[in-house]
């Protein structure tokens, strides 16, 4: 059962396993309820996609309306991260709660006892324990994103298109006259799409305006929520042009939740938006458990950031310190910490504290 999103990268999973003689179907899965059937998240027209693509290669196509389970597994956890001031990254949950998981035991009862998805990524097997390994095409690559699903997981799945590049998928996609070709690929969270993210998240989550101030405590504007800012933020500060600050950009350092201040520096290299320490939570590991109590790899503490060097001690109840070889920017509690060795993906937690000044906020 392959997941179908619509877009190229699932139509050719798709295709490739038909090719190899597997029995393939395709099923769409619907997460998230419109309240807008005219807005920006049009699961309507995917569904119609993939199921063209289906059809266009004959295999079933299913679709299934899973944003009970979303909501529940994902966005709840999405919006209370943000209420808490942090930054959460909802795909890391996604494909935990959903993709891997409600997605393969809806497959399951229709008789599929494997699932692929349209994922750039790699698995294998070595004695008995299955692998996530990177991509080919380190553009693409999003290992980074699947690091939470489980050797369960893992063991009834395929990642057909892991092996190639994103044009070498396109090419083959365009040979076989699937129409989503040259669709353009989904960007951001869908359930956000082209509005606005801090008229969404104001729906959801309260705010309140505050004073956005120096490190000296001297205000220099006002913001409108301080969770509708992330740490390294630049843009939408709404200071720039003050005539005695000088021509450097403003950048979001810390939140004082305590008194509903944001904290900004100038200058994109400023010493207070690096740190060479974080703590994380919620440690998971592909293998189901960690490498060793203590151990060197490297790391991304976001998507697509050049691999870095750390050491990695593992704490009770799956709490981690890593110490990086230099300092970090900008990073981010409620953003993941992932780790690796070469090609394979360890796992990875949910980063809680930094070593910075403000840590990424200030203790209430």
């Given at each position: 059962m392959v997941g179908v999103s619509g877009g190229v990268d699932s139509s050719v999973a798709a295709l490739l396993l038909q090719q190899q003689h597997f029995e393939v179907a395709g099923m769409f899965m619907k997460n998230w309820e419109e309240d807008d059937p005219t807005g920006p998240c049009p699961a309507a027209q995917d569904a119609a996609d993939a199921e063209q693509v289906c059809q266009r290669i004959g295999i079933a196509f299913y679709a299934r309306n899973f944003a009970a389970e979303y909501w529940d597994g994902v966005f709840q956890h999405f919006i209370a991260e943000y209420q808490a001031g942090r930054t959460p990254n909802p795909d890391v949950l996604c494909n935990r709660e959903i993709k891997f998981k409600t997605f393969i035991e809806h497959a399951a009862d229709l008789d599929y006892a494997q699932i692929a998805t349209g994922h750039y990524a790699r698995s294998d097997c070595i004695d008995g324990r299955y692998r996530l390994l990177r991509a080919v095409d380190d553009n693409k690559d999003q290992s980074y994103f699947l690091h939470a699903i489980s050797q369960q997981a893992l063991a009834c799945t395929r990642f057909p298109i892991g092996h190639l590049r994103k044009?070498?998928?396109?090419?083959?996609?365009?040979?076989?006259?699937?129409?989503?070709a040259t669709k353009k690929d989904s960007t951001g969270i869908c359930f956000i799409g082209e509005r606005r993210f801090r008229e969404f998240l104001g729906r959801y989550v309260e705010t309140a305006t505050g004073a956005i101030e120096t490190p000296a405590g001297i205000v220099i504007g006002e913001h409108v929520g301080i969770s509708f800012y992330t740490i390294g933020?630049?843009?939408?500060?709404?200071?720039?042009?003050?005539?005695?600050?000088g021509p450097q950009a403003w950048y979001v350092v810390g939140k004082d939740r305590a008194r509903n201040v944001l904290i900004a520096v100038q200058g994109g290299e400023h010493p207070l938006l690096y740190s060479?320490?974080?703590t994380a939570d919620g440690a998971t590991w592909v293998a189901g458990a960690a490498p060793a109590s203590?151990?060197?790899?490297?790391a991304k503490t976001r998507y697509r950031q050049p691999d870095q060097n750390c050491t990695v001690q593992v704490h009770a109840d799956a709490k981690l310190q890593v110490t990086f070889d230099r300092p970090q920017r900008a990073v981010t509690p409620g953003q993941s910490v992932v780790f690796y060795r070469d090609q394979e993906c360890l796992g990875g937690a949910v980063i809680q504290t930094t070593d910075a000044v403000y840590g990424g906020w200030v203790e209430e």
């Open positions: 044009p070498e998928v396109r090419q083959i996609a365009a040979a076989a006259g699937l129409t989503t933020q630049r843009e939408g500060l709404g200071v720039g042009g003050r005539r005695d600050a060479q320490r974080l203590a151990f060197t790899c490297t």
